[in-house]
């Protein structure tokens, strides 16, 4: 039977490979260490879920609640900009909450995009990024991932040469899976650029809490000229450790932020009542919270780092993030992310993310999230370790053999 038109534009799910893979590996018996998906294992914090069992004892939460978000979910967003970023924001006209921000980007695509429109896109880059604006009808042009003089004169020539012109620049910073991070001068650059050519910034800024080194990542809408192009995303998922409560947030330009309220209109009632409640909870009292989350992460990725490098695997310290965007050692880069995750998997019990999951151009790479704790990532250092070290006996034994013949 033909493929359906929309699922034709759609690659294969290459995570999917390695995911049945993992699963019968499991069910053979194999303790598989999952460092694949960005799955957090932390438990929400105990006062959120305390306040989502309080309200939904109250019957009149169990009604339709508000697709863009109640009140005082809205409110409480607008307080944490106001802290965090010294942004102000109106609750009513430049805040949507979302069923997590992968939900927000690609009902966000559908509002804005029509057939054939050209949207610059990261590569590699967070698959709905890309995948969202294909499924809506939209063409994507890859830029490079990383904010510096090669982006920038990427997106000039893509302006020059693109026809028709580009709708709107994806942004990711800090970005998964690179873990890249944007300053506010790279900010001010693309908000000028961008006000210039009369295009759309869409920035994704769901890490904005999970860093370790230097100052806390900036928001695009601190730059003066902002609000009239751009709209950015951010999530609880990862902040609070409420991944499956799925709740995250649209704020910025009105227009934009209309059209998405639109379409959510017809297609969701929004998240149950409770947990937002209990979500306006989390941003109202929650920064000791996400301090305590922001230290695991940390020391997890002190650990994986220095266990991997012991193991005889090179993991560059990612300074932000739940993710180690790692290069595949020389010796497997011409199997491709693939097939060397396949192969982790196979050989060592540990799981990892693929990096051509994330587009062409993450092929050297595998994703390493920080999602098993630190004895757990001491322990695929060491099945690494012996991986590696076994691999290298056999090649040197092949070595010897053809010697001798």
Sequence with gaps: MEEFHKVRRLPP???????????????????????????????????????????????????????????GLRRAQAGYYARRFGVKLDPNTQIVATLGSKEGFANMAQAITAPGDVVLCPNPTYPIHAFGFLMAGGTIRAIPAKPDADFMAAIDRAVRHSIPKPI?????????????????????????????????????????????????????????????????????SKTFSMPGWRIGFAVGNERLLAALARVKSYLDYGAFTPIQVAATAALNAGDEAVEEVRAIYRRRRDVLVETFARAGWHVPPPSSTMFAWAPIPPQYRHLGSLEFSKLLIGEADVAVAPGIGFGEHGDDHVRIALVENEHRIRQAARNIRRFLASDAEDGQKVVSLRARS
Excluded: W
């Design 13 to 71: 799910y290459v995570f999917e490979e390695v995911n049945r893979l993992k699963a019968s590996a499991r069910a053979g018996g194999a303790d598989i260490i999952d460092l694949g998906m960005g799955n957090p294992d932390l438990p929400t914090p105990k006062f959120v879920v305390d306040k989502m069992c309080e309200v939904i004892r109250d019957p009149r939460t169990h009604r339709y609640s508000a697709s863009k978000g109640i009140a």
């Design 168 to 236: 709107a620049i994806i942004l990711n910073y800090p970005s998964n899976p690179t873990a890249y991070e944007a300053d506010l001068d790279f900010y001010r650059e693309m908000v000028a650029f961008a006000r210039r050519h009369e295009i759309i910034l869409l920035s994704d800024l769901a890490y904005a809490e999970i860093y370790f080194d230097g100052a806390p990542p900036p928001s695009i809408l601190q730059v003066e000229g902002a609000m009239d192009i751009a709209v950015e995303f951010t999530s609880m």
